[in-house]
């Protein structure tokens, strides 16, 4: 029905970049929200990012000023660039998407299968 599909996760240095993308396909009435989520080991799922379909953005106080996040509605995509990544970035990064699939059917949360995003010297 609906696939999340992520790429562009990896290893990276201390103060180096990455770019998450996501491509949403499927049965697609309406896309809402779209965001990107991590988990590290241990740890509880967190947000990081989220971006409404009217462009509004809200950011994790610990990657405000580092990430953006964006998206492109004609390609249901969302991206996430990171920048002066740190290693307690260092997670497995979720995209999230919430989107109808008809007129008449739920308002429902679909993810992704997880990118790993390392940050290490």
């Known amino acids: 029905q609906v696939q999340l599909v992520e790429s562009g996760g990896g290893l990276v240095q201390p103060g180096g970049s990455l770019r998450l993308s996501c491509a949403v396909s499927?049965?697609?009435?309406?896309?809402?929200?779209m965001g990107w989520h991590r988990q590290a080991p241990g740890k509880q799922r967190e947000l990081v990012a989220v971006?409404?379909?009217?462009?509004?953005?809200n950011y994790a106080d610990s990657v405000k000023g580092r990430f953006t996040i964006s998206r492109d509605n004609a390609k249901n995509t969302v991206h996430l660039q990171m920048n002066s990544l740190k290693p307690e970035d260092t997670a497995v990064h979720y995209c999230?998407?919430?989107?109808?699939?008809?007129?008449?059917?739920?308002?429902?949360?679909?993810w992704g299968q997880g990118t790993q995003v390392t940050v290490s010297s």
């Open positions: 999230n998407a919430v989107l109808q699939t008809n007129p008449l059917g739920a308002v429902t949360s679909y």
């Open positions: 971006i409404t379909n009217g462009g509004t953005t």
């Open positions: 499927g049965s697609i009435f309406r896309l809402y929200a």
